[in-house]
C-alpha cells in the first residue's frame, strides 16, 4: 500500500509540472502572438515590448 501512495505521489509532482510547463508555453503563445501583430502594423514601440516579454519568458522555459 506505502507503494501506491508513494506512486500517486510521484504522479501528483509531475501532474502539477506538466500544468507549470503548459503555463509557460501559454505564456509564451501569447507573446509570440502580440509580437507578430504589431510587426505587421509597423508599431516599433510594441515590437520592442513584446520582444522583451519574449526573451523574458523564454529565459524561463
Keep these: 500500500m506505502d507503494e501506491l501512495r508513494d ?3 510521484v504522479l501528483e509532482e509531475e501532474v ?3 500544468r507549470q510547463v503548459n ?3 501559454a505564456e509564451l503563445v ?3 502572438q502580440e509580437l507578430l501583430l504589431p ?4 508599431d516599433e ?3 520592442a515590448e513584446a520582444v522583451e516579454r519574449f526573451e523574458k ?5
Design 57 to 61: 519568458y523564454s529565459k524561463g522555459l
Design 30 to 32: 501569447d507573446v509570440v
Design 39 to 42: 510587426v505587421a502594423q509597423r
Design 7 to 9: 506512486r500517486v505521489t
Design 45 to 47: 514601440a510594441k515590437v
Design 16 to 18: 502539477q509540472e506538466a
Design 23 to 25: 503555463l509557460r508555453l
